[in-house]
DNA sequence: AGGTATTCACATGAAACTATTCTCTGAGTTAGG
DNA sequence: TAACTCAGAGAATAGTTTCATGTGAATACCTGT
């Protein structure tokens, strides 16, 4: 572009008119004033938490509900509401959330307490103290002068999954040598199942309470949309029908919120970009495949050296035959290893990849059998063509092929 | 024709191995008394 | 002297290999008509 051109560029567009007022309220992190359909949520949590203002311990509460269901937003908010209330009466209440999946920050039973420590502001090392000591640190810390305490795990069950229940076994039995302080834990959990496999001791002290979060249906998606929007776009952006559309495909995905906010604020970015003055339901469709795309091209950067070959191969047979079998990839696969300079894994390994591969959704991988020629996986692809070639030229050039 | 046995090409499981990460211990260091 | 920090030993863990066993149906091979 020339310098003329790149000028006249700029102007127009601090001309526009902007769709985007605020754009950061349909981000995830963004905590509303007021949280629709969950006022039965919030009330009984607010009942459970009462107490409190009493300077009584609040029973233990539980919270369970798929993603994007406004878990966080309805702990973040009642626990918000009742600091400022305790703070008017004189009552000392601290509270901590932590997000338990959180790599190298709490996803060990030291990390999470040290964290957990540094949390109500005392330093403690990174690592080289044993385990019980940091629980004693933590304790010191907290214990030191008479006050309430709710600690908020966020999702919890991914800890639990890795590292097992002693942690909340232990942080349960911490209650009982609390002189001064009383703790109350709130834990998150996306998996209704969760608490089915916990120690029962630990089940029945931390879920004296549960509230349990429903998915929201398309109808009261399309409220939140509205409330956000109105927060997030200037008026009269939207054509016909967009909301309800977006709500529409969030609705089918489990009613998870965050999805759609998310569908709603790539939809104004790309119709911004497109110089568009108002955002149309195409938008919402070319939405729904950037943000599919960006997902795929997100697993697919991350996973590690050996899946992605592992990949390549098999999308190097998908172009030419529809199937592909474990075999012809093997093959493949041990020469592309060869060519990039790595160790090729074994036959076994590169099936458990494979099967890898199926889990994150970006293959379908099933087990035939062809009779006298044998049993094995037939691969295809669980991602529409068009991003195929995208997944085949990041991988192409990550690998450096 | 109908029934059974074989066979293929991996899948799937379990145990063993290895490299990395965590946890723990004790020695060294620091700072306050 | 108590508290803290750090390095290295030992334990735990994740990722992988090795070994063993399992699997479903097309095909080969019988068997009796």
Known sequence: MLKKDLANFFSDYLKKKPLFIDKSSLQSNYNPKDIPHRDEQIEQLARI?????????????????????????????????????????????????????????????????????????????????????????FLETIDKDKQLL??????????????????????????????????????????????????????????EEEVVFPPYNAIELKDILKKRSELAFNKNVFDEGVIEKCAAYAAREHGDARRALELLRVAGEISERENSPNIKIKHIDHAEQKIEKDRVLDIVKTQPKQSQITLYSILNFYNDHKRVFTGDIYDFYNDTCIKVG????????????????????????????????????????????????????????????
Request: proline share 3%; charged share 25%; net charge positive.
């Open 49 to 137: 938490l009462a107490p409190a203002l009493r300077t009584e311990k609040p029973s233990n509460v539980f919270l369970y509900g798929k993603t994007g269901t406004g878990k966080t937003c309805v702990s973040l908010h009642v626990l918000n509401q009742i600091e400022q209330a305790c703070k008017k009466n004189n009552i000392k209440l601290k509270t901590y959330y932590l997000n338990c999946k959180l790599k190298k920050v709490a996803d060990t039973e030291y990390r999470v307490i040290a964290q957990l420590a540094r949390g109500f502001g005392r330093e403690v090392p990174a690592t080289g103290l044993p385990t019980d000591q940091i629980y004693k640190m």
């Open 150 to 207: 709710i600690l908020i795990l966020d999702e919890i069950d991914q800890l639990v999954g890795k590292i097992g229940d002693g942690i909340l076994y232990n942080l349960t039995r911490l209650n009982s040598e609390l002189k001064n302080c009383q703790m109350t834990i709130i834990g998150i959990s996306n998996d209704l199942m969760f608490t089915d496999n916990l120690d029962p001791r630990v089940k029945s002290s931390l879920s």
């Open 342 to 401: 790595l160790t090729p894994l074994t036959q076994r390994r590169v099936s458990d990849i494979i099967a890898e591969l199926d889990m994150l959704g970006i293959i379908n991988a099933k087990v035939v059998s062809k009779g006298r020629y044998g049993r094995t996986k037939e691969i295809g692809m669980a991602i529409p063509s068009s991003n195929i070639k995208k997944v085949k030229d990041l991988l192409k050039e990550g690998l450096g092929l």
